[in-house]
C-alpha cells in the first residue's frame, strides 16, 4: 500500500497518493500542515492542542468559566462544548488548576453529585469517590454536589449559582 509522500522545500509542503484517492491525501497534507505550523519543532511524535481559550495540562483541556450557575446548568454548558464538568485524576490536576484558577477562593462546579442522601458520591464517568484520593469537606451537609475550592472539593447545594471547570481530551496532532 503507498502512502503520503511529503517533501518539505522552502516552507512548501507537497502530498499525493495515487492509491488512496485525492480525498485521503488532501486530508494528511491538512493534518500535516497543522502539524508542521503548530507543533513545537523536534516533536516527531507530534502534540496535543486545545481551543482557543481553553489550557493545556498534560493531556486534558481544561475551561474555567466566570459565569455563575447551577451544577445542571453548568453541567449542560459542558456538554454543549463537547466536554464535561471536571473530573480530575489527582491532586496534582487540582493543584495545577489552583493555579491556573488564581481566585483560590471562589468556588467552582465539578462532575461530582450523590444523587440521593445516603448514596454514594459519584463522578460523572460513573466511579466513585475514593475518600482516600479525594478528601470531600462536609460529606453529610445538605448539598448533593461538588465544588472546588482552593485545594479541596466540598459539597453545596446544587441549585447554588457558582463558575464551573469543564475539561476535555487534547487533539492529538
Given amino acids: 500500500m503507498s502512502w503520503l509522500l511529503v517533501e518539505r522545500h522552502q516552507g512548501a509542503v507537497g502530498c499525493g497518493n495515487a492509491s488512496q484517492g485525492q480525498s485521503f491525501a488532501t486530508l494528511g497534507c491538512t493534518h500535516l500542515g497543522l502539524r508542521t505550523s503548530l507543533c513545537p519543532p523536534g516533536d516527531g511524535g507530534g502534540c496535543e492542542l486545545c481551543p482557543v481559550g481553553w489550557t493545556l495540562h498534560g493531556r486534558k483541556c481544561f475551561w474555567v468559566t466566570s459565569k455563575s450557575s447551577s451544577w445542571r446548568e453548568s453541567r449542560e454548558n459542558c456538554s454543549h462544548q463537547r466536554a464535561q464538568l471536571l473530573v480530575p485524576e489527582d491532586q496534582g490536576e487540582l493543584d495545577f488548576l489552583?493555579?491556573?484558577?488564581?481566585?483560590?477562593?471562589?468556588?467552582?462546579?465539578?462532575?461530582?453529585?450523590?444523587?440521593?442522601?445516603?448514596?454514594?458520591?459519584?463522578?460523572?464517568?460513573?466511579?466513585?469517590?475514593?475518600?482516600?484520593?479525594?478528601?470531600?469537606?462536609?460529606p453529610n451537609a445538605s448539598g448533593a454536589c461538588g465544588a472546588l475550592r482552593e485545594d479541596r472539593i466540598i459539597s453545596e447545594t446544587c441549585g447554588s449559582a457558582l463558575a464551573w471547570i469543564c475539561q476535555k481530551e487534547a487533539v492529538l496532532l
Avoid: C, E, H
Fill in 98 to 138: 489552583n493555579r491556573v484558577i488564581q481566585k483560590p477562593t471562589r468556588y467552582f462546579w465539578i462532575g461530582l453529585s450523590q444523587p440521593s442522601v445516603g448514596m454514594a458520591w459519584t463522578w460523572l464517568d460513573g466511579s466513585r469517590l475514593d475518600q482516600s484520593r479525594f478528601n470531600l469537606s462536609t
